[in-house]
């Protein structure tokens, strides 16, 4: 059963186009500081919808593949090696690094964790973008 993947499609592009922007060292040092602060905080508001998007979706294309029952009840880190497992995603523990940066979200407002939520997201995109390429291809 193919999946509906551009909601997620949509999130992987923004995704980059944030992180790119924010890597960009010339355009970054001509920013005043809460510009900085503001696109990096746009990163990470962009990595938890896609990282939200992207479990909902590995969990909808397992339920396709190997049956609902085999799913149903899984906690993230379980899915995520179910998602391994089949092949869905390369590396569990980053998917297991992603969960726990998701988790630490909330807390962003604490600069040391928002530099870390950061970074993690720069790897993120990556495997975000792995993972869609792996649903486009079962789609076909």
């Known amino acids: 059963m193919p999946l509906i993947l551009h909601s997620l499609r949509n999130a992987v592009t923004a995704l980059r186009a944030v992180q790119a922007k924010s890597e960009d060292i010339p355009f970054m040092a001509a920013q005043d500081e809460i510009t900085r602060e503001v696109i990096r905080s746009g990163v990470i ?35 995520f090696r179910i ?20 988790n630490e979200t ?20 990556r495997d975000a973008a792995l993972l869609l390429a792996e649903l486009e291809a079962r789609n076909a």
């Open 106 to 125: 909330s807390h962003t407002y604490d600069l040391a964790v928002a530099a870390r939520v950061y970074a993690t997201s720069l790897n993120f995109a």
């Open 45 to 79: 508001q962009h990595f938890e919808f896609t990282y939200e998007l992207c479990w909902k979706f590995m969990r909808r294309r397992l339920e396709a593949d190997i049956g609902r029952s085999s799913v149903d009840g899984l906690n993230r880190r379980d899915l």
């Open 83 to 102: 998602a391994a497992e089949n092949r869905l995603i390369e590396d569990v523990e980053n998917w297991f690094g992603y969960h726990q940066a998701r």
